[in-house]
């Protein structure tokens, strides 16, 4: 099934203060307790969602200290607990709040995140009737949600893959290396790399060119070769679970095309695509790709039109 839309009208959101409460949960995995904000209220089998963020060192409102300052999960989780849809936003282990969970953030794979997911599950769950819950994955968060439902598709509601990646994440790290005509020459080495990184091999530094280490680095080869084992078409047809797929046509690192490409996996699924909606899930101009980055330093910009909208009805009705 398949939705595209424009700009649609924003959903009003009670005036009153919406104001978090914070929950944890901890499994046999992790040093410490993962930690993270409750929006909404859990109870009487109301819907939850658990809210999975993007890549690096992205906080539970989605925020990041390379310039992200969007609030986009805490923008996301008011709206939807002003429509009486509880949510919980994390911090990933190792870092921020979760930051005790293990000691290095850097050594971690996407099965890690996995168990983390069943975790927060598990604890939700618990506090809501025993009721499932849904898991929403933003960028690559959302391939740690279609790992988690592939591996135990009856622990959760269902998919709500925002901004997800539709191809497997090599295969998007060397196209945008392609992109730049000056990296031309680095092709060579980049699919060697890419090819030891799946087969599980490691990838000495002193054989990495220094404008490839931020990708490649030693210290995040684990976790690199493991989104490279992920395959987001194999994953998403794995369950007959209910699959909602939004993505902005602003979105400039996960394009529009990723999410027409996942929903080719899953003809049942429900593709939104949202006209004028960029990767932070905010209102933008477009092709004003100036306005583009700037709108994700502004936590002030609200959530686009359209996406809460489009949640909110699939969690209500998924079929």
């Known amino acids: 099934m398949k939705f595209t839309a424009g700009i649609l009208v924003s959903l009003a959101l009670s005036s009153a203060a919406l104001a978090g409460e914070p929950i944890a949960t901890t499994h046999d995995g992790i040093a410490a307790p993962l930690h993270g904000t409750l929006e ?28 992200v300052a969007a609030q986009t999960y805490k923008l996301l989780a008011e709206a939807l607990a002003a429509q009486g849809i509880a949510s919980v936003r994390i911090d990933k282990r190792g870092m921020f709040e979760s930051a005790d969970a293990i000691p290095d953030p850097n050594k971690v794979t996407v099965e890690d995140y996995v168990a983390d997911i069943e975790s927060w599950a598990a604890t939700i769950s618990a506090r809501n009737d025993e009721e499932c819950v849904w898991l929403l994955g933003h960028s690559e968060g959302g391939l740690h949600a279609m790992a988690a439902a592939a591996k135990a598709p009856d622990a959760y509601c269902g998919l709500l893959l925002v901004a997800s990646p539709g191809r497997n994440t090599a295969d998007v790290i060397r196209a945008q290396i392609a992109a730049n005509p000056a990296a031309t020459p680095l092709l060579p080495q980049v699919d060697g790399i890419i090819a030891r990184l799946k087969a599980g091999e490691s990838v000495p530094a002193d054989e990495i060119h220094p404008g490839l280490l931020a990708l490649f680095a030693p210290q995040v080869q684990g976790f690199v070769s493991s989104l490279f084992q992920q395959e987001p078409a194999e994953l998403i047809a794995a369950h007959d679970l209910p699959v909602l797929i939004v993505n902005g046509r602003e979105d400039i690192q996960t394009p529009a095309a990723d999410a027409e490409t996942l929903a080719e996996s899953r003809e049942d699924a429900t593709l939104v695509l949202l006209g004028g909606v960029n990767h932070v899930l905010k209102e933008v101009p477009e092709g004003d790709r100036a306005a583009n980055l700037a709108s994700y330093a502004d936590p002030d910009l609200p959530i686009a039109p359209g996406v809460v909208e489009a949640v909110v009805a699939f969690v209500l009705d998924p079929m």
């Open 40 to 67: 909404g209220t859990l109870g009487e089998g109301a819907p939850a969602v658990l809210i999975i963020p993007g890549s690096g060192p992205t906080d539970r409102d989605g925020n990041n200290p390379t310039g």
